[in-house]
């Protein structure tokens, strides 16, 4: 299922800022943007969530950008950052990027680095799209193993040699070969490297869950 386009948000109490930067994106060939006069509006109607990306003016009434930045982390929303500042507000920049902002433009913003540092929030965002969609997968070949193949997977995991699995188990190295080379076809691993690599994101320390 091809998922949906990202979105670009825009919260700038500024209205006409907030228009001029939303014009600007929309015929630059950027879909999807959405413009809130205040931090509070954003977050009661926009439902931003990882791979969304939001310009976000650092000074704002009742909260600022700042606040807003500190919301959405705490919310682990995922949204990409981009903080807007005055001129000469390096220092505020600095700490909203020390805070996980992606990057921050000044005011008055020059197109192509608007351009610039958007293409970079989506293409995180295409990037984590494609994480998920691996991880995704990825639990639903475990799903398909039987008990017996993740257990014989746990062992492989561990770096264990098939003797060692097959007296854990109370099988023969024989039966552990063949639990293997199904467990390789189930999971699409064209390496151990490879199922080791996966069956570690998928789990928790151990390897698997």
Not at 56 to 82: C, K, N, T
Not at 176 to 196: D, F, G, N, P, T
Request: hydrophobic letters at 50%.
């Amino acid at each position: 299922m091809a998922s949906e386009p990202h979105r670009i948000f825009i919260v700038d109490d500024d209205a006409a800022i907030g228009d001029a930067l939303r014009v600007l994106l929309e015929a630059g060939g950027f879909a999807n943007v959405a413009t809130y006069a205040s931090a509070h509006d954003f977050l009661a109607r926009a439902g931003a969530v990882a791979g969304d990306c939001l310009l976000v003016d650092v000074h704002m009434p009742e909260m600022d950008g700042l606040a807003l930045q500190a919301e959405l982390a705490e919310r682990r929303s995922g949204v990409a950052v981009i903080v807007m500042t005055g001129h000469g507000e390096v220092p505020i920049a600095v700490r909203a990027m020390k805070a996980g902002a992606l990057d921050f433009l000044e005011k008055p913003i020059a197109e192509d680095q608007l351009f610039d540092c958007v293409r970079r929030a989506l293409a995180l965002g295409a990037a984590h799209d494609r994480r998920a969609e691996a991880a995704s997968e990825t639990a639903r070949r475990l799903k398909s193993l039987t008990p017996r193949e993740r257990e014989v997977l746990e062992g492989m995991v561990q770096g264990q040699p098939n003797k060692v699995i097959a007296h854990a188990l109370g099988i023969s190295p024989r039966t552990v070969e063949i639990h293997r080379a199904r467990v390789m076809e189930k999971m699409a691993a064209r390496s151990l490297s490879a199922l080791v690599r996966m069956a570690l994101e998928a789990g928790t320390g151990r390897g698997v869950e």
